[in-house]
């Protein structure tokens, strides 16, 4: 590109967006890349003050700040996700449908170690809806040089660096323990509020069983509810350290493995995850679900619900980040908590 009068631009193609801002009434691209600058564009390119233009030189050995925009797309495209239109050497991904957003967070360092380029993206892990953005890219300059974004592209590889796993439909039984709650001495108040946190993912409810402090009344529900067909079952109650918390001890008894009892997060610390099976996961929820506006069981639900086996190490993870500060009102999931990858 080369710089040139205003005055003297007419016929010549401009080689960038340029914006014109009038405060409390309007912003945005008044002029696009490519356009033909016309006699009456000068007194209006002078008004923003655009006293000098860039135009288009093409040099082989270069790229447009729109062109490079699209080899970062291209590196973040996946299915379920698709591009904003380019605008200042800016595209933005957007949500096609509802689903868990997934970064490769250490190739994305790799790649805005590279000078002159970025990739921004929204926290991995995060439940996204359909029609949000979930990154933006661009480069710095105008122009970049081509051999710049071979390497980007060597170093991003043939994987997609971002990806949204769906939702998947799950029949979910519920069993709440404790004999205060099965002898009728006080009201169940867990069942609320886990069908209101199953609610946004779709979740198929089979149905609430409330049992004493008995193992086997334990497992007899959780099996009862396998036979219905199950794909995950939440276990509330019983899973302090307190020799009448009979909870983990059944979740073991009817078969499934332990992945972990305990995980480092705030409120949570007593949560249990383990599989029956190859797949079905079997939780045991600590009492602050219930009151807290955020817990474990917030962090771990978006991933169970597409579909994520979660191992020892994914809950270990969750420790950087896993304190929640308790504001008032809670924001989550607008905070920091969660958010430690």
């Known amino acids: 590109m080369k710089q040139i009068r205003t005055e003297d631009a007419v016929g010549h193609v401009l080689c960038h967006d340029i914006t014109q801002i009038i405060k409390d009434v309007t912003k945005g691209v008044a002029f ?8 009456e564009d000068i007194p209006v390119l002078l008004s923003i003050g655009k006293e000098h233009l860039y135009i288009w030189e093409k040099d082989e050995n ?30 933005e991904a957007i949500a096609t449908c509802d689903g868990l957003f997934k970064v490769d967070t250490e190739r994305l360092i790799e790649i805005n170690s590279i000078d002159q380029v970025m990739i921004a993206t929204r926290h991995t892990n995060l439940a996204v809806k359909a029609g949000e953005k979930l990154a933006g890219t661009r480069v710095i300059p105008l122009l970049i040089e081509k051999e710049v974004m071979e390497e980007v592209k060597r170093v991003a590889g043939h994987k997609p660096l971002l ?48 049992v004493d402090d008995k193992i086997e009344r334990i497992t007899e529900a959780i099996e ?48 249990l995850l383990g599989y029956y099976g190859e797949d079905i996961p079997v939780m045991g929820l600590p009492g602050c679900v219930m009151y807290a506006g955020a817990t474990v069981f917030d962090l771990v639900l978006p ?3 597409a579909g994520e086996k979660l191992s020892k190490k994914d809950l270990v993870k969750l420790g950087h980040g896993g304190l929640c500060t308790g504001c008032k009102p809670c924001v989550y999931p607008h905070c920091s908590f969660g958010k430690g990858e």
């Open 303 to 305: 991933r169970i619900m």
């Open 163 to 210: 990806q949204i796993l769906p939702f998947q439909h799950k029949k979910v039984g519920i069993v709440t323990t404790g004999s205060e709650v099965y002898k009728g001495r006080i009201q169940d108040a867990f069942g609320p509020v886990i069908r209101k946190k199953l609610e946004p993912f779709g979740a198929e409810v089979l149905g609430q069983r409330i």
């Open 32 to 39: 696009k890349k490519g356009h033909v600058v016309k006699a």
């Open 224 to 271: 009862d509810f396998l036979a219905q067909g199950a794909d995950m079952i939440i276990c509330t109650g019983g899973m302090s350290v307190d020799p009448d918390d009979v909870t983990p001890s059944a979740i073991k008894a009817v078969g499934a493995e332990i992945i972990s009892y305990g995980a480092p997060v705030l409120p949570g610390a007593m949560f």
């Open 62 to 91: 270069m790229l447009h700040e729109n062109e490079a925009a699209e080899i970062l797309y291209g590196i973040c495209h996946n299915e379920h996700i698709k591009p904003s239109e380019v605008r200042e050497g800016k595209i």
